[in-house]
């Protein structure tokens, strides 16, 4: 029974893995944002969200190649992007938990226990972003460590962390951070034709060559098509998240906020300090796997003081996630390297117990592996809050809406949250207007209530442009001045001026009678563009209603009539 249970121990935790990610399968807003992208391209107007303006709504290049190549495979993006989530999340779990020893035995699957704990990780591992795609590569890059250093395989290494840039904008700290590691590997080690000779400093040459040739293959590649598409250096994101400001009070309290999300970090940061007390730890120091594991802790360590840095996120743990699985594929790199010991460690003190002191070495190892098992699904299972003051659990959000049904989850874009979006669209193919903009600014200037910027904006279509309240398809909102940060990613205002002035149709113009006299189903209409007038029901009326609005001091009406030149 006790080897039939240690047999397939490993089987039954890819099981239970897999269905902690099938489990909580979805489709974020964010990931529309991209998908908007995606339609335009295949609609023609090219990879931008508004149509005519050349911006880079999205941080993620490499994760908007792989949804342009499913959509040209004829999937939709909503199931197609949710498909790749699996293929890439699965692929990595399977990976690290079947990769062998260096005896030949299976691992214990201590990276994929972590991970597949934390219930956030289930729910980016689809959710129709990048992080599936983050985790594949880090595992790729992470495990090779063991077998190759950083210098015997430049380009693969180099070529890896480009490709983990271009998912992740902030993963790009890992390039000069490994960068130095790998210099340091090339000049600092002894080499078979002398150490000072020239062949040695060829090598080394040769090599930073082939390390540089990675970046520039890819990482490189694509700056130079922003360059010349977008005519930026960095995507619009990083101008309309106040770049390199700084946010700590925000950001220490998302690193809280992860640590209550997240319990198994907690757990499996105190497993490591009681291993640290127990283990014999000397021979793990005096090897060459210390110093690789604490480069890999530095990076994830480095990583998370820049998240905190800048404030976070408003989604629980998303940011903090590749910092995670750096953490949980450094744990997985000890047991890979030092299992057995560590087991008979934590062993050793349940020996002493009379009742177990007949049982068999290997039944207690047996017992051991499912006791921390059921620990982690413990863990998996506890409630999450649904939000933390400015930071909030949005998969739960989604689905608390009654509308949202099981099939909109898995397979439609019918959401609710895309309910504005469908109404401009009908309203657009209407009325078939040559440059027809709405806002969805409900801070300063309040325009449209329950206008969001991903559902609402794929199902609106190419034709309505929309100018987004937080800058992040919209340059010129994105340039301008960050007066009060109040929430991570959220940092912008539009007043009713840049609304006016930038020729949105809708918005309250904060004077009640006009508001009252000009609100038509889809808004309050807060232009006098004579095309514009021409489609409104009863204008005959409005005008007059306007007119005596003016003679009796009205502010908006004559402001409108300058700016119209009406």
């Avoid at 020239?198 to 060559?209: A, D, E, H, L, S």
């Avoid at 009681?274 to 480095?302: K, M, W």
């Amino acid at each position: 029974m006790q080897k039939h249970l240690n047999r397939h121990f490993t089987t039954i935790v890819l099981i239970l893995a897999a269905l902690a990610i099938i489990s909580r399968v979805w489709v974020t807003e964010d990931a529309y944002i991209t998908f908007r992208v995606v339609e335009n391209l295949y609609a023609g107007h090219g990879l931008t969200f508004n149509p005519g303006t050349r911006v880079e709504a999205s941080t993620h290049p490499l994760w908007v190649m792989v949804l342009i190549a499913l959509k040209g495979l004829g999937l939709d993006l909503h199931p197609g992007a949710i498909l790749a989530g699996l293929v890439f999340s699965l692929s990595a779990v399977f990976y690290v938990a079947l990769r062998p020893g260096p005896d030949g035995k299976r691992v214990f699957p201590a990276a994929v226990l972590i991970l597949c704990s934390i219930p956030a990780f289930n729910d980016f591992a689809t959710a129709g972003m990048e992080y599936s795609l983050v985790f594949l590569l880090l595992a790729l890059f992470v495990n090779a460590l063991d077998r190759y250093s950083l210098k015997h395989r430049p380009i693969y290494y180099s070529s890896l962390l480009s490709l983990m840039y271009l998912c992740r904008p902030e993963l790009g700290l890992m390039l000069p951070y490994y960068s130095l590691f790998f210099l340091y590997d090339c000049f600092s080690r002894p080499d078979p034709y002398g150490r000072y000779g020239i062949p040695y400093y060829w090598r080394g040459i040769v090599k930073c060559v082939h390390w540089g040739f990675g970046i520039m293959l890819f990482a490189g590649s694509y700056h130079l098509f922003r360059f010349l598409y977008y005519g930026d250096v960095f995507p619009n994101t990083y101008y309309a998240k106040a770049g390199l400001s700084t946010y700590y009070i925000q950001g220490w309290k998302y690193l809280y906020a992860t640590l209550a999300w997240a319990p198994a970090l907690g757990v499996a940061a105190l497993g490591l300090m009681l291993l640290v007390l127990l283990f014999p730890f000397r021979r793990l120091i005096r090897s060459r796997l210390a110093t690789s594991i604490l480069r890999e802790l530095g990076i994830a360590g480095l990583l998370t003081v820049y998240i905190i840095r800048v404030g976070g996120d408003f989604m629980a743990v998303r940011f903090l996630l590749p910092e995670i699985m750096l953490f949980a594929l450094t744990v997985q790199r000890v047991f890979y390297h030092h299992g057995d010991g560590i087991f008979q460690t934590l062993i050793a003190p349940l020996r002493k117990i009379h009742r177990l002191s007949s049982v068999s070495l290997e039944g207690i190892k047996t017992y051991t592996r499912y006791a921390i098992l059921a620990v982690f699904v413990l863990l998996f299972f506890i409630p999450q809050p649904p939000s933390r003051g400015y930071i909030a659990d949005e998969r739960g959000v989604f689905l608390s809406v009654e509308e949202a049904g099981t099939f909109n989850v898995l397979f439609s874009q019918n959401h609710p949250w895309g309910a504005a979006g469908r109404r401009f669209h009908q309203f657009e193919a209407c009325l078939q207007p040559d440059d027809f903009w709405i806002t969805n600014s409900i801070t300063h200037a309040r325009c449209l209530r329950g206008m969001g910027l991903g559902y609402s904006g794929v199902a609106a279509g190419p034709g309505v442009k929309i100018i987004d309240e937080q800058a992040l398809p919209n340059r010129d909102v994105a340039d301008l001045p960050v007066v009060y940060r109040w929430r991570p990613g959220h940092e912008h205002y539009l007043d009713l001026n840049f609304v006016v002035r930038s020729r949105a149709w809708f918005c309250s113009s904060g004077e009640p009678q006009y508001d009252r006299v000009m609100r038509t189903n889809p808004g309050i209409l807060i232009t006098l563009n004579p095309d514009v007038l021409a489609t409104v029901p009863h204008i005959g009326d409005r005008l007059a209603a306007l007119q005596r609005l003016k003679d009796t001091g009205s502010v908006i009406v004559p402001w409108l009539e300058e700016i119209d030149g009406v």
